[in-house]
């Protein structure tokens, strides 16, 4: 990437992208159009000069059909090669026309059909009678190619290429241009008459060939102008009579460029061009480009060799490229191993990328990354402070729409990076989630841009007769610039790399998922078991616990005078134990139970919730005299049942471990951004913060049963219907001080705040 160049023309330079130069309606006056009628080959449209190669006007030559021109031999052979459907096999073809009785004008034939399906034949006057025999055109590629695959060096490969197409073409400069991934362009090969002024290392502006141009270009492998200062020729009629639209003339070999396009070879001092493109996999990588200071025709015979030449050159450019990157490749592909091996390795990706001996650096040559997972963000090497990759990550997220986004100037997109410009004017983002994301980050890298001419003034607007025209520059003096807020472009194979590391990420996480999944299956299955033991403890062995205690009682009752007082108070400890022994399995019922499949979520009174807990311990609460009140509580998302129970556990709790003064308890709510927050606050006896969350767990006591009675299972229920609800509990106390119980449950739904309260 070189820069980007913003003019106050940026308006009316965004017509040079609009236009439609494949319906120009014009061809050069070299070579004559048909367009027919496939089935009788007869001509419905034509251009405007017929007169001058057939002597006959375009009037006259409409409806006429090949026949009527050419030789019918001819046509006859013709005609079998298009019902092959194969214009390969009759391109190129000679062509004997009929002028002036029996005198003969031979042509090069080439049939194509445009984008509509219409069949077109150009015409241009051969210049030799005979083809170039197959041998010659051998022996004349093949010097070039052997010098061509026989140097290593990309750039002294790219000068012989021009050297050889120059000998070939005779022009006065050969230049071979490459595009950016910008569309700037830049000479990186020349071969020239030595008082020409040298272009070599000059960059160019993407205006210099608007996007319906390289369109063009990537349609055609060759183009040629041989005089600039010819006028267009028109069509006959100016519109095609079966459809009554402009020609498109995409695939043509004659079309006229536009008038900008010669204007700009005039202000070059170009008097002809020649372009043979370079296209791989189907994009516009360069061109390259002959210029020659007067007309210059070259026939179509050497235009075709030096259209092959071009496609061999550029499967050596290819290939030349490929072996560059080649050592670098494999490097990164041992870093992305191992970067993997240690993933699968780890417990999650994270762990496993922070863990490796490969450095997640090092895979695209980078000197900063951020791996954000969800809200956690974890950085390496220089990188912007944490909030900046947060607000960089929301727009990101806002903009860009694609799996991996990769840019060398941050700054020029993002105008907050300028913050930071020192370690991220360079950007490449892979999305490996719409939460989760890898940014790599490049730092600003200062350089200095030679142009061939001021890339701020690519066009220039001129009042011609009243009227404001736009015109291409006249200056194409070096011009020099200095590109700030960019770094180091990132290289396909580095991308390829972040890619590949990306999708082993998602196998990997797809994989533990389906781990997880057998996991929490193998897990629902020991949950119905223990389900399943929850009830057989609860009935089965309810009737056994209850005969223990029955009998032990009635030998009491029968046998009392026959008893001490040890014996008396041996029983009293066995109907005791019984006792507690169903209280217990009545616990764990109860916490087996809470479960979330079975959790009925709507929309529940939480202040009604909390009346009926009071309610079923109004004796408790009688008994201690208790005091319990309550701010106004809102409406929840919630499951009913559990909300009482949850209620019920807090508050027996805050009755039995008490303190000298009466108990006084209050409830109160307040909303959150996304969530409910509870307290249950009490005047007891507090809880040492050490053990804070000791007492959540399964039966957990800091008391003995002695002190005060139960099983330790109260605040583990109360736990586990906040965890079924997506929410928290935890305590806030200190010995002597009392506590306060809190817990939050999300919102979810539409919520209602009861306005009234009450007090006991």
């Known amino acids: 990437m070189i820069s980007h160049v913003k003019t106050s023309q940026d308006i009316n330079l965004q017509k040079l992208e609009e236009l439609q130069i494949h319906l120009w309606g014009k061809i050069q006056p070299h070579g004559v159009l048909f367009v027919l009628d496939e089935s009788s080959l007869k001509i419905v449209q034509t251009s405007n000069n017929t007169k001058q190669f057939f002597g006959i006007t375009p009037e006259e030559i409409i409806n006429l059909t090949l026949d009527d021109i050419f030789d019918s031999f001819q046509i006859e052979q013709l005609k079998t090669g298009l019902e092959s459907n194969n214009l390969d096999f009759i391109n190129p073809t000679k062509l004997w026309a009929r002028v002036d009785g029996d005198n003969y004008v031979i042509f090069d034939g080439v049939f194509h059909r445009n984008i509509e399906g219409f069949l077109i034949l150009e015409l241009e006057p051969a210049i030799s009678q005979e ?34 197409v120059r000998k070939m ?9 490459q595009f950016d991934e910008d569309d700037h362009g830049e000479v990186i090969a020349e071969d020239k008459l030595e008082q020409l002024e040298p272009y070599l290392g000059l960059h ?39 459809n009554d639209t402009a020609l498109n003339l995409t695939h043509s070999i004659l079309r006229s460029a536009s008038p900008c396009h010669l204007e700009y070879l005039h202000n070059m001092g170009v008097g002809a061009s020649l372009t043979i493109s370079l296209i791989d996999d189907g994009k516009l990588w360069g061109l390259i480009a002959c210029h020659h200071l007067t007309p210059k025709y070259v026939p179509y015979e050497l235009r075709k060799a030096c259209e092959f030449l071009g496609q061999v050159v550029f499967a050596e450019i290819s290939a030349k490229e490929e072996t560059k990157d080649y050592d670098y490749r494999m490097k990164l592909t041992g870093i992305q191993g191992g970067l993997i091996e240690s993933m699968t390795q780890a417990d999650n990706f994270i762990e496993g990328l922070f863990k490796s001996n490969q450095n997640l650096l090092d895979l695209t040559s980078s000197q900063g990354v951020a791996v954000c997972v969800g809200d956690d963000y974890s950085l390496i090497g220089k990188t912007p402070k944490e909030d900046d990759v947060k607000y960089l990550l929301q727009w990101l997220k806002k903009e860009i729409n694609e799996e991996v986004f990769s840019t060398p100037s941050l700054p020029n997109l993002y105008a907050d990076a300028r913050n930071f410009k020192d370690v991220a004017s360079g950007l490449l ?5 719409q939460r989760n994301y890898i940014l790599w980050f490049r730092p600003e890298v200062i350089q200095t841009v030679n142009w061939g001419g001021d890339p701020s003034k690519a066009y220039e607007m001129e009042n011609i007769e009243g009227n404001l025209k736009l015109c291409p520059r006249k200056s194409f003096e070096l011009w020099k610039e200095t590109v700030r807020l960019t770094s180091l472009s ?28 057998q996991l929490a299956h193998d897990l629902e299955l020991s949950n119905a078991e223990l389900k399943k033991f929850a009830y057989v403890a609860s009935h089965d062995l309810q009737e056994p616990l209850n005969q223990v205690s029955n009998y032990v009682q009635l030998l009491e009752m029968r046998y009392d005078e026959a008893l001490d007082e040890d014996a008396k108070e041996f029983i009293n400890f066995a109907v005791e134990g019984v006792s507690l022994m169903q209280t217990l399995i009545d616990d764990v019922l109860a916490y087996s139970k809470v479960d979330m499949r079975d959790i009925e979520f709507q929309l529940t009174e939480s202040e009604t919730a909390l009346e009926k807990a009071i309610a079923n311990l109004r004796g408790r609460i009688a008994d201690s005299n208790a005091i319990i009140t309550h701010d106004p509580l809102p409406t929840v998302m919630a499951d009913g049942t559990q909300l009482i129970q949850l209620f019920l556990n807090l508050i027996s709790n805050a009755i039995k471990f008490r303190g000298e003064d009466t108990p006084e308890i209050h409830i ?48 583990a229920i109360c736990k586990k219907i906040m965890e079924c609800h997506r929410g928290k509990i935890w305590v806030e106390s200190e010995v002597g001080q009392g506590a306060t119980f809190y817990f939050t449950i999300p919102v979810g739904g539409q919520q209602r705040d009861r306005k009234r309260g009450s007090t006991r």
């Open 131 to 164: 083809n170039i025999p197959f041998l010659s055109f051998y022996h004349l590629a093949k010097a070039s190619i052997n010098q061509l695959q026989s140097n290593a060096n990309l750039t002294d490969f790219c000068q012989i290429i021009v050297k050889e």
């Open 169 to 177: 073409t005779g022009f006065d400069r050969v230049m071979l241009y």
């Open 204 to 242: 160019y502006p993407a205006s210099d060939i608007p996007l319906p141009a390289r369109r063009l270009f990537s349609s055609n492998y060759i183009r040629l102008i041989p005089d600039a200062k010819a006028t267009g020729v028109d069509l006959f009629p100016k519109l095609h009579p079966l």
């Open 429 to 433: 983002a892979v999305k490996i989630s």
């Open 490 to 517: 990132w290289k396909p194979v580095e991308i390829k790399a972040a890619l590949g590391l990306k999708e082993a990420i998602v196998n990997i996480i797809l994989r533990q998922a389906d781990e997880l999944a």
């Open 668 to 715: 109160k709510a307040q909303r959150l951004e996304d969530e409910w927050l509870f307290s249950v606050q009490d005047n007891g006896m507090g809880i040492d913060p050490r053990f804070s969350d000791r007492i959540f767990i399964i039966f957990q006591r800091l008391h003995t049963r002695d002190e005060y009675p139960g099983t330790g299972m109260g605040l």
